[in-house]
């Protein structure tokens, strides 16, 4: 996935939290009209519009003259695809994930828990009362004897 740049990702900023799922999208005008303070020419929000359709950040469809535009995918997919593709930079996969299970607040850790378990399909409709899956997160982010290398305790 191609990182973004400061402007952007300003503009991402503008669709992700103007631009319902369901909603036609916005002008080029609308997203110069929503980053006042930025005093961008119409025609800078125009080409980083078109340069993120270039790279499949935004669709976009004409209506009459004009381009509307909408984001590609939502703010939580692009970030968790961030996060796959730095996994991807190198090095041990299982340590990067690891160090960072243990980097998170205790209810990260939570909604990690949570989401590993619905994703093994121990929770909801599925679930078979056996919560493993969350144990066995607790042992692999505690470590042995439930205890957390020095530096690196979360909040519980």
Do not use: C, N
């Amino acid at each position: 996935m191609t990182r973004l740049g400061d402007l952007e990702r300003a503009v991402m900023d503008v669709l992700w939290d103007v631009v319902p799922g369901t909603s036609d999208g916005v002008t080029v005008r609308e997203v110069a009209d929503a980053l006042d303070g930025r005093e961008l020419a119409y025609t800078t929000v125009m080409t980083v519009l078109d340069r993120l359709a270039g790279k499949g950040m935004v669709q976009r469809e004409r209506e009459g003259r004009a381009w509307r535009y909408r984001p590609a995918a939502s703010r939580e997919a692009h970030i968790a695809q961030l996060m796959l593709d730095a996994l991807d930079l190198g090095g041990s996969r299982d340590a990067a994930l690891v160090r960072f299970a243990r980097s998170v607040t205790g209810t990260e850790a939570e909604v990690l828990r949570a989401a590993l378990g619905s994703e093994a399909g121990l929770t909801g409709s599925g679930s078979t009362g056996d919560d493993t899956g969350g144990a066995e997160l607790t042992d692999r982010l505690d470590g042995p004897a439930g205890r957390r290398p020095a530096g690196e305790a979360a909040e519980r």
